[in-house]
């Protein structure tokens, strides 16, 4: 078999990223296997959105390597556009089309991208709602839904591509209390599911449950990576564990 089927889905190596004369990522190594669910957590400005933009090169970098499945990340055109149909992301302000449906939202990527037709996407959206629990709300605007509902339509619209990796970036961040972990809940049966994820959240319940490995940033460097049993119990820098002192 060659790397593409065996090796990490997702490398970086020693990857660097400016912003100007701020150095944003410092050497970054990290790699996630298939199937594999990451969990980064770190102090605000440490290069969290940063790492997960670089890996879908909505941020390009200034040295270092990123291989996606394989093969090293395209640099503009058709190739890079099929690398980015396959990795999902998933913001903390859930960037719904307010104009369109919730179906219409799931729908729009598979018809217009994967050259998918209306009633196959339609079929398959309505499948991908009924999976995260809001098939009844399909044909309503964003708008007439709760924040954790959007958020859902939002996860169910990156999984209507077939991607082989979804990217969090601090998902239930801009959620009501009440509607974080219904929202955490799509994304446990997710991981159990097999997919291959990299969550920038602090949701401590949801690394425990679902993360293979926490991957701790600060100041653009990974300082610590440790199972969650592990880096939440018994840090090993003193940097974690007064950030953890912090948010816990
Ligand atoms: P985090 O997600 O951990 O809060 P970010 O990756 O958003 O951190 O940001 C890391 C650093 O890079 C911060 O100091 C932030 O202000 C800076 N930064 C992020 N995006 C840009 C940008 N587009 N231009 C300039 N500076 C940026
Ligand atoms: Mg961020």
Request: proline content about 0%; cysteine-free; aromatic content about 0%.
């Given at each position: 078999m060659t790397d593409t089927e065996t090796g990490p889905l997702v490398r970086l190596e020693r990857v660097n990223k400016h912003f100007g004369s701020l150095h944003v990522l410092k050497d970054i190594d990290l790699s996630l296997r298939r199937g594999e669910v990451v969990v980064v957590v770190g102090p605000s400005g440490s290069g969290k959105s940063t790492l997960c933009r670089v890996i879908n090169r909505l941020e390009t970098i200034d040295s270092g390597t990123i291989t996606f499945d394989g093969q090293e990340l395209p640099a503009e055109g058709k190739a890079l556009a099929k690398v980015r149909s396959e990795i999902g992301m998933v913001f903390q302000s859930f960037n719904l089309f307010s104009h369109m449906t919730i179906l219409e939202n799931v729908t729009l990527g598979p018809i217009?991208?994967?050259?998918?037709?209306r009633q196959e996407a339609e079929r398959r959206g309505l499948e991908l709602l009924a999976r995260v629990g809001i098939a009844d709300q399909a044909h309503k605007y964003p708008a007439q839904l709760s924040g954790g509902q959007q958020q859902r339509t939002a996860i169910a619209r990156a999984l209507a591509m077939d991607p082989k990796m979804i990217l969090f970036d601090e998902p239930t961040s801009a959620l009501d209390p009440e509607m974080v972990q219904e929202v955490l809940d799509v994304m446990i049966e997710l991981a159990r599911d097999g997919m291959t994820m990299l969550v920038v959240t602090h949701e401590m319940g949801f690394a425990r449950r679902a993360a293979n490995r926490v991957v701790f940033m600060a100041d653009g460097q990974i300082v610590e990576e440790a199972p969650p049993a592990e880096f939440f119990t018994n840090p090993a820098t003193e940097r974690a564990r007064d950030f953890l002192s912090k948010i816990l």
């Open positions: 217009k991208v994967k050259g998918v037709s």
